[in-house]
């Protein structure tokens, strides 16, 4: 994820880029980098390229299309649980944005070769900065169901649409700021010397700020929900699992699945053996980027699997998207009738 490189030729002001998949440069760029002879091959290829390509060209119009239709439910419904869904799936597309599109295609694929270091440090920044926003947005959402299913007088008293969007400011600033300390992130796919302490302590930070904090978040707070709903069974007929537990829990399990590969190569590469003379840590790290960053594009699917009225809405903007050809296409003479209901969520219908 990491875009900057330790230059030993002294120039502070410009460093290499690796492609998306850590190969090799070209013979024209070799000569600014110590000469390894043990550094891993890359057994993947161009396989890293084509599969962000297909995540960025399916993923991106999916996720716009999702943000759509949950900012239309969150103004309609004024729920916190849709706004930390819309704001979720912003940063997703900031992800898809700045990771896959401008880090592993356009810097990686597309122009591999001398950049300024201060320009491919900011993008660091903004890269850790994306993906501390997607997860801890997803904490705010674990901890607004567990107010609302556990403390439900007190969610009440407190929750408001000033609130939500207070919250979720928050958390995007503190994104921002806890990105800042990686300006200084070094390149796994070169970092051929011992880690130093700088290195080890950004690392370290990076899997606790992305991964075991918010995990731990996500395993307490889901178990009490859990455990809520089952006292309730044995009080009386088994209570029905919401549309917005079954989505929260969706979530959390797929990010802690899809992003545990890349956290334990970091710890693999910073610990055992370097991504650099490795094939396997190398190869291994391809992969746990490519599943980490499926993670931005699966969510559409489980909202359209668990919640019917997101199916509802999903269909109204693609139909509205698709109104004016089709009245447009219409003889002269003919007048269209409304097809389009005044907005409201459809009676008993949740998230």
Known sequence: MGCSGLDTTGQPRVTLLPTPNGSGLSQEFE??????????????????VIYY?????????????????????AARTRKPSYC???????????????????????????LARE???AVVRTANILEFAANHASVWIAVLLTVDRYSALCH?????????????????????GAALLTGIPFYWWLDVWRDADPPSTLDEVLKWAHCLIVYFIPCGVFLVAN???????????????????????????????????????RIFVILYHLYVAPVYRDWRAHLALDVANMAAMLNTAVNFGLYCLVSKTFRATVREVIHDTHLPCGLGSRPV???????????????????
Do not use: M
């Not at 000569?31 to 161009?46: F, L, N, Q, T, Y």
């Not at 390509?53 to 439910?73: I, K």
């Not at 407190?158 to 928050?170: F, V």
């Not at 859990?226 to 699992?241: F, Y």
């Open 53 to 73: 390509s297909v995540l960025l060209g399916l993923g991106l119009p999916v996720n716009l299309l999702t943000a759509v239709a949950l900012a239309r439910l």
């Open 115 to 117: 950049v300024p270091r």
């Open 333 to 351: 003479g003919v007048v269209a009738e409304p097809v389009l209901k005044a907005p409201g969520v459809p009676k008993g219908a949740e998230l």
């Open 31 to 48: 000569g600014h980098w110590p000469e390894i002879p043990e550094r891993s091959p890359c057994v993947a290829g161009v396989v890293p």
């Open 84 to 110: 930390y869904l819309l704001a979720l799936t912003a940063s997703d597309i900031v992800t898809q944005v700045v990771i896959v599109f401008v880090g592993f295609l356009l810097q990686g694929a597309v």
């Open 152 to 172: 439900p007088l007190r969610h009440r008293a407190a929750s408001s649409p000033g609130r939500t969007r207070r919250a979720i400011a928050a958390v995007l």
């Open 223 to 261: 178990s009490a929900i859990i455990c809520r709903l089952r006292r309730r069974s044995h009080r009386g007929p088994r209570p029905r699992l919401g549309k917005s537990t079954a989505i929260l829990l969706g979530v959390t399990t797929l990010f802690a699945l899809l992003w545990a590969p």
